[in-house]
Nanobody, 116 residues
Framework: VQLQASGGGSVQTGGSLRLSCTSP????????AGWFRQAPGQERELVAA????????YYADSVKGRFTVSRDNAKSTVYLQMNSLKPEDTALYSC??????????WGQGTLVTVSS
C-alpha cells in the first residue's frame, strides 16, 4: 500500500472532518499530492491539490472557501480540512501522489457521509 487515507466518517450538514493521507514509503514527501472524491454513479473528481512545497494549491469550485489542503513533509502526510460540509460532499475520498505530471500512487479511500 503506497498511501493510507483516514479520517472519514458521518457528520451532519455544517459539520467538519479532517482527512489525513500518510505514506509509509514516503512517496508523499517530495511530490505533489491531490485529494479526489467519487460519489455513487459519478466520475471521480479532483477536489484539492498541493505542490510538494505547499504552494501553490488548487481547489475545485465546489469546495473553495470550505476545504483546506495542507501537508507536513516531515511526517509524509497530507491533510484535507473540510468545513461547512454539505450532503453533496458525500463520497469516497482518496489521496494520490504525483510522479512528474501524473498521479501515480493511490490510497484506498475513506468514506465521508454528510446527512441533512
Amino acid at each position: 500500500v503506497q498511501l493510507q487515507a483516514s479520517g472519514g466518517g458521518s457528520v451532519q450538514t455544517g459539520g467538519s472532518l479532517r482527512l489525513s493521507c500518510t505514506s509509509p514509503r514516503r512517496t508523499l514527501s517530495n511530490n505533489g499530492a491531490g485529494w479526489f472524491r467519487q460519489a455513487p454513479g459519478q466520475e471521480r473528481e479532483l477536489v484539492a491539490a498541493i505542490s510538494w512545497s505547499g504552494e501553490p494549491t488548487y481547489y475545485a469550485d465546489s469546495v473553495k472557501g470550505r476545504f483546506t489542503v495542507s501537508r507536513d513533509n516531515a511526517k509524509s502526510t497530507v491533510y484535507l480540512q473540510m468545513n461547512s460540509l454539505k450532503p453533496e460532499d458525500t463520497a469516497l475520498y482518496s489521496c494520490a501522489s504525483k510522479q512528474g505530471p501524473v498521479y501515480r500512487y493511490w490510497g484506498q479511500g475513506t468514506l465521508v457521509t454528510v446527512s441533512s
